[in-house]
Nanobody
């Protein structure tokens, strides 16, 4: 079994910064993509940022230039540095990872429990 545990959420004023972390643990052979999603009240979950095991990154247009995703493969951890936060960034942020538990099994999606980010105006 694989567990993803997020940390770093909280309340911040507009213009401020937060850094989210997500550590994967358990029976891990390899991790391909690691992603951050978010879901605001009444809205669908959306992809915020993604990073491959090689370091290639992609961002939603709404966060480009403000958020930075990174990962430490040795620690099976992904980070999301969020700068210049806006009230519309308020959401529950979820970590997602495509994990292979053995060499002969396909990768499966795993999700963290979510961490609340609230940006006040």
């Amino acid at each position: 079994q694989v567990q993803l545990v997020e940390s770093g959420g909280g309340l911040v004023q507009a213009g401020g910064s937060l850094r989210l972390s997500c550590a994967a643990s358990g029976s891990i052979f390899s991790i391909n993509a690691m992603n951050w999603y978010r879901q605001a009240p009444g809205k669908q979950r959306e992809l915020v940022a993604a990073i491959t095991n090689g370091g290639s990154q992609n961002y939603a247009d709404s966060v480009k230039g403000r958020f930075t995703i990174s990962r430490d493969n040795a620690k099976n951890t992904v980070y999301l540095q969020m700068n210049s936060l806006k009230p519309e960034d308020t959401a529950v942020y979820y970590c997602n990872a495509l994990v292979r538990t053995t060499a002969w099994r396909p990768s499966l999606d795993y999700w963290g429990q979510g961490t609340q980010v609230t940006v006040s105006s």
